[in-house]
């Protein structure tokens, strides 16, 4: 059970919020709702390519190709933008509008604009600028979940 309250703190700037999370214990579920805390405020990812600091709007991103320690970052209106990371520390930093949907690739929900099926038993995500991406079965629950959750 979540109990909420505001208290006024004159402390705090003008442009900042603090938010404290009591329970009894540390558990797991402090730790998720923390993180889920922690990504509202991302609007900006930045990157290393090409021996630059790359700096990227977030809302901008649709998809990301992975391709194994390398990813292919595809925004708006832009060239692909291939990095040296891996799924894993990409997945720690991104926002909840982001889900993964297959082995090698995440989606920007924002962006998602309908899901297909398709023969293979897999779904296909139709993205806003027509981009076609296959969901595989072993990730279409966390991806329903995640698209009712938003």
Aim: charged letters at 30%; zero cysteines.
């Amino acid at each position: 059970m979540f109990k909420i309250s505001f208290k006024r703190e004159p402390a705090v700037p003008e442009n900042e919020i603090w938010i404290d999370l009591r329970a009894s214990e540390l558990s797991e579920e402090i730790t998720n709702l923390a993180k889920k805390i922690s990504h509202l405020d991302q609007n900006e990812l930045s990157f290393m390519a090409n021996g630059r600091l790359k700096r990227l709007a977030v809302d901008e991103i649709e998809y990301f190709e992975v391709f194994g320690d390398y990813l292919d970052i595809h925004s708006i209106g832009k060239d692909p933008l291939t990095i040296r990371k891996t799924l894993k520390e990409l997945l720690d930093k991104l926002p909840r509008t982001f889900v993964q949907v297959s082995r090698n690739m995440v989606i920007n929900l924002d962006y998602l604009r309908q899901v297909e099926p398709s023969m293979s038993g897999n779904k296909t995500a139709l993205l806003a600028d027509q981009t076609r991406i296959s969901i595989s079965r072993k990730y279409w629950k966390g991806v329903k979940e995640r698209v009712f959750e938003l």
